[in-house]
Each structure stands twice: as C-alpha cells, then as structure tokens.
C-alpha cells in the first residue's frame, strides 16, 4: 500500500510540474535565441503592419510582387525622409543651443538658494579637513614612494595597429545597425510574397484535424495586430500633431520637430513618452527668459498624456488587442528585460499572440485569464461565489441585473440551477460546509419565492416559447402537471422552479416529494393519464434515484407521460435514455425551456386525442 501511495503521488506531481518546466524551457530559448528571434519578430510586426497596403493595391490588379515593391518602396523613401529631416533639425538645435547657455546657466543658478548655497559650503570645508587627515604630512622621503603613489602599467601599443583596430570597431558600429534593418527588410519581404506558404507550413505543422482550430487562431491574431498597428499608428501621429501645435503656440522653437520626436518614440512603451518630453523642456528652459514656458511645456505633457493613456488608448486597445491594461504594463516589463529595447517595442504584439494562443489551445488558457481584458466572472460563478461569502444583498442584486436583460426562464437555467449544480458538487466532495450549505439554499429558496410575483419587464423576451397562461386558458384547457422531486437539498429548489413555470405557463401543477408517492396517489394519477409526470434530478448523483423514482411511477402508471429533467447536465439525452430504459421515460430534458416547450408538443397532441381531453 505505501508503494502503491507513493506512486500515486508521483503520479499528481509530474502534471503540476510540467507546465513549470516547459515555461523554463520557452523562457531560456527566448533569451539565448533573441539574435534571430527579434529580427523576426520585427519582420511580423512591420508584415502586419504593411500587410493591408500590399492587400489594397493586389484588389487593385496589382502583382503581388510589385504591391510588396511599391509599398517597401514608399515605407524606405519615407523612412528616410523623416530621418534626413529630423537629422538636420537636431543638428541646428545643437548648433543654435550653445546660444543659450547662459541663460541655462542662469535659471541653474537661480534654483540654488541661500541655505542650499551655505550647505554646500559646510559640505566643501568637511571635504577640506577630510583631506587633511588624509594627507601625510611628514617629509617624503627621496628614493621612497609614498602609500598614495600608485605604479602605472604601462603597455607598448604599435600606432598602425592601433589605427586599424579603431577604423575596425568603427566600421563594426555602422555594419550592425545596417546589417539588422538589412535582415528585417529581407524577412518582411519574404512574409509579405509568401504570406500563404507560412500560413500553409503552419497548418502542416498544426495537423490536419487542428485546420479549423488553427486556422481560426491565424485570422484572430493578424486581425488584432492589424488594427492594433494601426490604431498605434493614428494615436501616435495625432499625439505628435497636437503636442507640436502646442509647443509652436507655446513658442517653443523647433516645435514641429519635437511634435515628430514625440509621436515616434511612443513606440517605445513608457520610456519613449518621457524621452518625447525632456528634449523640448530642456529647449524652452535654455530659450525662454522666464518660467512660464517651461510650465506651459509640462502642463501640455500632461494634459495629454492623461487623456490618451487613461481614456483613448484602453478604449482603442484594450477592445482591440483583447489585453488588459495591467497586462500591458506588465508584459513589457517582461520583454524589456528579456530583449531589452527591441522587446519593450515588441511588448504589445507579442503579447497578444500569447493571448490568441489562450484563447484557442486549452492547455494554455491560463494565458487568455491572465492577460486578456474579460475580466468578468459569469453569472452563475458570481452568484456562486457571493452566496460563499454570505453576502445575501449582492447576490440578490446579481440576479436584479440579470433579470433586466434576460427572461425568468434563462436566470433558472443559465444562474441558479448551474450554482446549486456547483453547491452539490461542492458538498458531495466534502468542500462546503454545513452552515454555508443551508445558507445557500436559504436564500435561493428565498428568491425564487419572491421571483413567484415577479412579471417579465417590457423588452425581455420569453424564449421557452410559452405565451401567458391567461391566454392559453381561453384557448383551451391545459392538462395538468405534476414535479416530483427525487430526494432532498437542491432536488426539491429545482423542482420548486419547474412547478413556478408551470403555473405561470397556465398548467394546474402539484408539487410532491417521491417519498409522497404513496399507492393511492399513484392510483389516483393512473386514473387520469393525460397528466404529465416531472421528474426533478440534480447531477451529479441524482441519476440513481431518478432512475429508481421513474421505475416505481411507470410500473403503475402506464399511460401518463413522463419526463426526467436532468437539470445542467453535459450527458446527452440518448444515452441518459439509454440508461433510463428500464423506467421507461418518455424524454430526458436538460433544461427549464426545454421543460416548458416539451408540455406545448404533448398538449398539442392531446389536442388532436379526443380519448385524452
């Protein structure tokens, strides 16, 4: 037995340990192999961004090749023209700040005030004896180096090598930045002109039986990068637009140029934007005679920054990445540290193939949970967990809510019945205690007891398909009901919900425990069979004792029809039937609308049975 335990244990670790594992593994393999990863993350991000241009100009009959050479050819030409104009510009501020200096020397100046000033001649007299007691004051002595002489190493360096070694390292210095845009242009291109040949190795790689899932995945993820490029792209340029009108009626000069460097180092998650701002601040500190312009200059920064970061980019990105604003934050800390500044630009699209990834792999939903931006719990998960913390007004608000945009109906089938579901798995396994217990089924008792009187609001529509039992009265007579409740806890709630449908259906209900069941009230039904016959079951142990009740009522009641409802169970009604066979029930009904729409077919067929009106 204990070997039989141990193993058993074995056997509950590996699973837990596997997915730490596998994450250690894709971090390690995303760090060492970041050389070749980034340029191709950079070649996506920029395929997807070029990727509807290239799609516009092929509807326009374009070869897919010249759209690619076109669009490279447009996005280099104006790459390079913002580039030679910025370029210029910084070389004239450079140029024409030198100017400014003493005025910048001036305002430094004038930050220092007169206890700061007499601070800093305290801390220069300490420094002063400081350096007295340090200092030998005997004699040197000739011939005999001091303890504060120090031997230089000295090093025979040959000029020409020398020489060639800094044209060498200045040469390096150029080729690399080169050499990388030179991959990521070749890697674009490649994505671009053979966009389906990916897609196709993708799909090989996926499996024939993951098509559908794969493919799915595929749209989601370019469709999200798409809009969020270029919604990135929009929100920048009118960012850059707006601060640069602002620094030119500020009087700020250049302000074109900053309103440019502003909108290009958003890219650059958080740093870029602080970055956007010190190069124009520093310029109206070293330009403007007093203050004022300086404030103006970060007033503006922060008008904007506020409305753009807390109410345009959650509006736009949040609804069309699918992340959370946290996780944005979160994510690129994650790929800074891990690719430095290429994975803080890369944080965002990176992060959404990780959550696109969650929401189609089950295995690794965890990342769409703590990622994505549906943040909400269910309803039924919410009630369920507010009834645990036996806070009985804000679950009955939950069900207030629903009400307003759902029907009666679908609060039982959708909310209630799945949290007494959840509520019998909970205690069954031994994790819901008895006072929680009773308190939960308290106060569901408790609302579907109010929700008796409860009238459906206008725009609320009944989907079980069940008109007023008024009208349904005037029509003809409705064949009466009877709700059996297998056993006790919640058995007898949902049987208590499908008798409250019922009669507001317009059918006479009786409401009986299977206990009450007793041989006259048997032979008492077996005389009328046009009566209908519910039994009331709750998984997930209820089948047995549905099973038992429906066989004792059909040894006596032959002729009555008689439906099992197996309240919110996955198991289908063929093989709950298969089960059942030996009670013979007519149907297996999962749900309260299913209930209500099965007793309108079987009243239509008494309808046209003149033996059972």
Known sequence: MANGLMAHGRGVELPLGKPFLWFAVIILTLFFAKALLIPLALALTLAFLLAPAV??????????VASVAIVGAVTLVGVLGVGYVVSRQLINVAQTLPAYQANLHAKVAALHSPAEQSVEKALSAVEGIGSEFTTDSGPATPGVPTPSAKALPVRVVDPGESQIEADFEFLMRFLRPVGAIGIVGVFTIYMLVKREELRHRLLQLAGIGHINLMTQALQDAATRISEYLVMQFAVNACYGLLFGSGLFLIGVPNATLWGVIAGLLRIVPYVGT???????????ISVSASWWPPVLVLGLFLVLEVAVTNIVEPWLYSSRTGISSLALLASAIFWALLWGWPGLVLSTPLTVCMVVLGRYIPQMSFLNTLLGSEAELSAEA????????????????????????KSLVELYDC??????????????KGLLDEV?????????????????????????????????????RKERKELAVVCVSTSEFADDLTTLMLAQLMER?????????????????????????ATMIFISALPPFALSQAKATCQRIRRVLEHNRIAVGLWNSDEEAERVMERMRNGRPDVVIHTMAQALQQVVRWQQRASDMPSLR
């Open 55 to 64: 799609g516009w100009l092929e509807r326009m009959r374009i070869p897919r």
């Open 274 to 284: 602080l970055t956007g701002l010190l190069l124009p601040l520093v310029v109206s």
């Open 382 to 405: 919410h009630f369920y967990e507010r009834l645990l913390a036996m806070d009985q007004e804000e679950a009955r608000a939950i069900v207030h809510r629903y009400l307003t945009e």
């Open 415 to 428: 909310v209630l019945i799945p949290t007494l579901s959840l509520a019998e798995q909970d205690r069954y």
């Open 436 to 472: 929680r217990s009773n308190f939960l089924l308290l106060c569901v008792r408790e609302l579907v007891t109010e929700l008796a009187e409860y009238r459906e609001t206008k725009g609320v529509s009944d989907d079980s398909g069940i008109r007023s039992g008024a009208a349904r």
């Open 505 to 529: 259906a317009g059918h006479p209900t009786v409401m009986m425990s299977a206990g009450a069941l007793s041989t006259e009230v048997l032979a008492g039904l077996a005389a009328e069979p």
